[in-house]
């Protein structure tokens, strides 16, 4: 247990659906993030929210849409994703700057 | 949970023997640096960390090299069991309010028992 929930675990969407992936962190930390990884490129960061600002968007694809109604909040909502989309989505959460960043189990995410 | 499909470096060691994993990073500017253990199907989980102002640090079995000179980072494991087997990532930050960690491709530890 990390302190940092994800749902779900696994997920399987068409090109035309949309869903959310939801994170919840209970460690009271006021920064969350979005990462993917992917089969074939390291951790890239995509979306920092500090207390529930948006501060950082690392030129992700307007499918992709983050929300942070509260600092242990996150959702990343999906839309008319392509299977190159496919990877697994990684919440995070930490404590300010200088401090460690915490991680969920992620979310598999398969796009057909 | 790991990069799966990327042609990660891989340290093949036996059980009791010492790991010693290595990682260059990009950024002279970098303050702050963790060690992740990503085991398979789960999430990256922090193993220790190092600021610039130290060059050595140490934990529980793993112990953290850092050579601002060169610009290299190093993670050591004693007596390394076959748990520890997983990939460990590198990551690099500096201060910008949040962090903003940059992290490396990954190295695939295999422990033999």
């Known amino acids: 247990e990390t302190g940092v929930t994800q749902t779900p675990r696994h997920l399987v969407m068409g090109m035309t659906n949309k869903k959310s992936l939801k994170c919840e962190q209970h460690l009271g930390h006021n920064a969350m993030y979005w990462y993917k990884q992917s089969a074939k490129k390291p951790l890239e960061l995509m979306f920092v929210y500090n207390f529930k600002e948006q501060t950082e968007n690392n030129s992700v694809p307007s499918r992709f849409s983050p929300e942070c109604p509260n600092s242990s909040h996150l959702f990343l909502h999906l839309h008319t994703l392509q299977p190159e989309d496919s990877a697994l989505y990684l919440c995070a959460s930490s404590q300010g700057s200088g401090n460690t960043i915490y991680f969920g189990e992620g979310s598999w995410l398969t796009v057909v | 949970g790991e990069s799966v499909g990327l042609h990660l470096p891989t340290l093949s060691v036996q059980e009791g023997d010492n790991s010693i994993i290595n990682c260059a990073y990009s950024n002279s500017a970098s303050d702050y640096f963790i060690w992740y253990k990503q085991e398979s199907g789960k999430g990256p989980q922090f193993i220790i960390d190092?600021?610039?102002?130290?060059d050595k640090r140490q934990g529980q079995r793993v112990t953290v090299l850092l050579n601002k000179t060169v610009k290299h980072l190093s993670l050591q494991i004693a007596a390394t069991q076959p748990g520890d087997s997983a990939v460990y990532f590198c990551?690099?930050?500096?201060?910008?309010?949040?962090?903003?960690?940059?992290f490396g491709t990954g190295t695939r530890l295999l422990v033999s028992p």
């Open positions: 190092i600021r610039s102002n130290m």
């Open positions: 990551a690099e930050t500096f201060n910008t309010g949040f962090q903003k960690l940059v």
